[in-house]
């Protein structure tokens, strides 16, 4: 099936450090979205993109989505300790699927 | 509240049983997904359904069923027949199958001993 190649896997950072963490595909995208999921818990959304090259916030967040709409970014700016987790990137294809990438663990180190 | 409810959080199941996650939503979204979710890894599609008593198989339906007799509910059958079951699964909606966010309920941890 579709696949959405995400990175880093991980990432081990200082707090007040920025992050920026991606996801690439081989096919389209109509919708990309990101999550953020603690542990035992469902993803709760964070951002979600509509438009090829759109660039869309929220707080410290930013997210865009990519021209070719192949690919989409997540900025986190001055990570904070509760930034901990795990981050998902989603594509929704013209099919309605709605595909996962593997996830980026963020650990932050106060 | 308005919100997607999957019950049980738990669930401990004898190995060769088969088991139904319940997976309800209160939001009026036709669009309803079933996901797998290993440890470190990401999250795969199971089943999806873009409209009542119409379902769709994902990428790794093979030992799972589903029905989605109501908007509301879309609960999962994990059967005997899956190789390797324990897992945590997580349900999510949409308003609709196409350019839309979905949300997700709490999940549910299965466990076949």
């Known amino acids: 099936g579709q696949q959405l190649n995400q990175s880093p896997q991980s990432m081990f950072i200082q707090e007040g450090e920025d992050v920026s963490m991606n996801c690439t595909s081989s096919?389209?995208?109509?919708?990309w979205l990101w999550y953020k999921q603690d542990p035992g818990e469902g993803p709760v959304l964070l951002i979600a993109?509509?438009?090829?090259?759109e660039l869309t916030s929220n707080g410290r967040l930013t997210a865009q989505f990519g021209i070719t709409r192949k690919d989409s970014f997540l900025n986190i700016s001055a990570s904070i300790p509760s930034d901990v987790g795990i981050y998902f990137c989603?594509?929704?294809?013209?099919?309605?699927?709605?595909?996962f990438g593997q996830g980026t663990t963020l650990q932050v180190k106060p | 509240d308005g919100g997607i409810t999957q019950s049980p959080k738990y669930l401990f199941r004898k190995e060769g049983q088969n088991v139904t996650l319940s997976c309800e939503q209160n939001?009026?979204?036709?669009?309803m997904y079933w996901y797998r979710q290993d440890p470190g890894q990401g999250l795969r599609l199971i089943y999806y359904?873009?409209?009542?008593?119409?379902?769709q198989k994902g990428d790794i339906a093979e030992g799972y069923s589903v029905s989605r007799e109501k908007k509301e509910s879309f609960p999962l059958t994990v059967t005997s027949a899956q190789k390797n079951p324990t897992a945590f699964y997580l349900c999510?909606?949409?308003?609709?199958?196409?350019?839309?966010?979905?949300?997700f309920g709490q999940g549910t941890r299965l466990t076949v001993v």
């Open positions: 999510a909606s949409s308003i609709e199958n196409s350019n839309t966010e979905a949300f």
């Open positions: 096919s389209i995208f109509n919708t």
């Open positions: 993109l509509y438009k090829a090259g």
């Open positions: 989603a594509g929704r294809s013209n099919t309605g699927k709605l595909i």
């Open positions: 939001l009026n979204h036709d669009a």
């Open positions: 359904s873009q409209i009542v008593n119409d379902f």
